[in-house]
């Protein structure tokens, strides 16, 4: 497709606007069967979480003070900052047969932006585990976004349980086009090479 043809991501008076949101994201996946008793399940465990003020709110300032007006509504309430800045349901198309594919069939993403406060990162690594555990309990082996935070999916014993055989396979291929171990780093050797029997690449 042209460049032109995608949708874009945010806007603000029908121009494209950069995303400049500096925040911490959680990304799980689970089957797409599962979607409704999924949706389901996150709306349980985040009940008590706090979320920001939502964005599609209008910005305006009244002297030094901003305040944050609804859309259409005329309400006005002063901007909220929680844990949560958004939440996104994505239906992602699966079957790539990719080795560590964290959707092997079509699957129910379940994205999480929090707030973005370094200091926060301790309960935000606790409420995503909240959310892990949960989907783990009722739908089986969960999968997540490699690039985003997973601590109980990405522990290496259940990395290994989760990915089988197409694990393994990545592991070897490190090995061939990577034998010093020059592109991994902690995080990495802890979380695909912990259970290895390769001394280089077990040593942390």
């Not at 007006?69 to 990719?98: C, H, S, W, Y």
């Not at 989907?135 to 089988?164: D, I, M, Q, S």
């Amino acid at each position: 497709k042209p460049w032109y043809d995608g949708l874009t991501l945010t806007m603000n008076e029908c121009q494209e606007t950069s995303m400049t949101i500096v925040d911490l994201q959680a990304e799980l996946f689970v089957p797409l069967v599962y979607a409704c008793d999924a949706i389901r399940t996150v709306w349980e465990t985040t009940q008590n979480w706090t979320f920001s003020s939502p964005w599609g709110y209008v910005e305006r300032r009244q002297g030094k003070e901003l305040i944050i007006e609804i859309d259409g509504t005329g309400e006005v309430l002063a901007p909220q900052k929680g844990l949560v800045d958004a939440m996104e349901f994505r239906q992602v198309k699966g079957g790539d047969n990719g080795w560590l594919s964290p959707h092997p069939v079509d699957s129910l993403g379940i994205h999480i932006s929090f707030n973005g406060d370094e200091t926060l990162r301790p309960l935000v690594l606790k409420r995503v585990s909240e959310i892990e555990r949960a989907l783990k309990t009722k739908f089986g082996a969960v999968r997540a976004h490699w690039g985003k935070l997973a601590p109980l999916t990405f522990a290496p014993k259940n990395v290994e349980k989760v990915y089988g055989e197409g694990f393994k396979q990545f592991r070897q291929l490190c090995k061939v086009h990577d034998p010093k171990g020059k592109f991994l780093n902690r995080h990495m050797r802890q979380m695909l090479f912990e259970h290895d029997e390769s001394p280089l690449y077990a040593k942390l």
